[in-house]
């Protein structure tokens, strides 16, 4: 354990390693300009960037003193050292070393004591510590597009996104939840379902299906007078389905509008 456990300060001065402050915005959106292979760890307390070949495990868990990236501070249901992160020369690879399974990409489950090599791409990773609550790291790899001679204390490169108010965002985040997690083959949430846990959320605003789902119709139409397919259904087709809400879905994930921490947006729904 010795050998993994480094303070904030020492860590930071390593050659290759720089540390992410808390208010980082999500990986999903972009990276700093770096080196093609470079690794970014970041949690909801903030998190970390390696270059390849640089000697250093990437711990992960709730112990924030004894880790890299606090992930589940304070939930006992994730391990003090949950997971790690290393380079074995080739590619990056994840770890469980904790006690719950590190759900992946796909609903693909990563068991206590295995290992998975990371793609160059990115990869939110869950932990599920009880059956309402989950913690998200948001892991990247840095591909050859991101390689520059500029220095890594750059602004991150942002990609363009649709502007939602508060409301609406929280709204799209309950009804996209399958979507933002990464699941295998998601669908939006029904109405009811969605209704339901903003109502948990925010009791005292009287929240209804028919409520969400204006909100959610008023988004799409906006984005229709942005000349943004697939969103009416004369473009559909009989029977329209879940089809508009899953086009406009992909559509605020591709152009990460909505990314996986807003799920954060749901803690305690």
Same mark, same amino acid.
């Given at each position: 354990?010795?050998?993994?456990?480094?303070?904030?300060?020492?860590?930071?001065?390593?050659?290759?390693?720089?540390?992410? $402050?808390?208010?980082?915005?999500?990986?999903? &959106?972009?990276?700093?300009?770096?080196?093609?292979?470079?690794?970014?760890?970041?949690?909801?307390? @903030? @998190?970390?960037?390696?270059? $390849?070949?640089?000697?250093?495990?990437?711990?992960? @868990?709730?112990?924030?003193?004894? !880790?890299?990236?606090?992930?589940?501070?304070?939930?006992?249901?994730?391990?003090?050292?949950?997971?790690? %992160? &290393?380079?074995?020369?080739?590619?990056?690879? #994840?770890?469980?070393?904790?006690?719950?399974?590190? &759900?992946? $990409?796909?609903?693909?489950?990563?068991? /206590?004591?295995?290992?998975?090599?990371?793609?160059?791409?990115?990869?939110?990773?869950?932990?599920?510590? @009880?059956?309402?609550?989950?913690?998200?790291?948001?892991?990247?790899?840095?591909?050859?597009?991101? /390689?520059?001679?500029?220095?890594?204390?750059?602004?991150?490169?942002?990609?363009?996104?649709?502007?939602?108010?508060?409301?609406?965002?929280? !709204?799209?985040?309950?009804?996209?939840?399958?979507?933002?997690?990464?699941?295998?083959?998601?669908?939006?949430?029904?109405?009811?379902? !969605?209704?339901?846990?903003?109502?948990?959320?925010?009791?005292?605003?009287?929240?209804?299906?028919?409520?969400?789902?204006?909100?959610? /119709?008023?988004?799409?139409?906006?984005?229709?007078?942005?000349?943004?397919?697939?969103?009416?259904?004369?473009?559909?087709?009989? $029977?329209?389905?879940?089809?508009?809400?899953?086009?406009?879905?992909?559509?605020?994930?591709?152009?990460?509008?909505? #990314?996986?921490?807003? %799920?954060?947006?749901?803690?305690?729904?």
């Amino acid at each position: 354990m010795l050998r993994y456990m480094m303070d904030a300060m020492s860590t930071a001065s390593a050659p290759g390693v720089k540390l992410l $402050p808390p208010h980082t915005g999500s990986l999903a &959106r972009g990276l700093p300009q770096c080196r093609p292979g470079t690794l970014f760890a970041l949690g909801d307390r @903030g @998190g970390i960037s390696v270059q $390849p070949g640089t000697k250093l495990d990437v711990l992960f @868990g709730r112990n924030e003193p004894e !880790v890299h990236v606090c992930i589940g501070a304070g939930d006992r249901g994730v391990s003090r050292q949950h997971g790690l %992160l &290393r380079h074995d020369g080739r590619h990056w690879t #994840v770890t469980n070393t904790g006690r719950v399974p590190i &759900r992946m $990409p796909g609903s693909h489950l990563l068991l /206590s004591g295995h290992e998975e090599p990371l793609a160059v791409a990115y990869t939110p990773l869950f932990i599920r510590s @009880g059956r309402d609550r989950e913690h998200l790291l948001e892991v990247r790899v840095a591909g050859k597009q991101e /390689s520059s001679s500029a220095t890594a204390d750059e602004d991150t490169l942002m990609q363009p996104t649709w502007d939602l108010n508060e409301r609406e965002r929280l !709204v799209l985040v309950a009804l996209g939840q399958r979507y933002l997690r990464h699941e295998a083959f998601p669908q939006p949430l029904s109405w009811t379902l !969605v209704a339901e846990d903003l109502a948990a959320l925010h009791p005292e605003e009287n929240w209804t299906a028919k409520r969400a789902e204006h909100v959610v /119709s008023a988004v799409r139409r906006r984005l229709v007078e942005h000349a943004v397919r697939g969103l009416t259904r004369d473009e559909v087709g009989e $029977p329209v389905g879940n089809a508009l809400n899953h086009n406009l879905l992909v559509e605020l994930l591709q152009s990460t509008t909505l #990314v996986p921490p807003d %799920l954060r947006l749901l803690d305690g729904a």
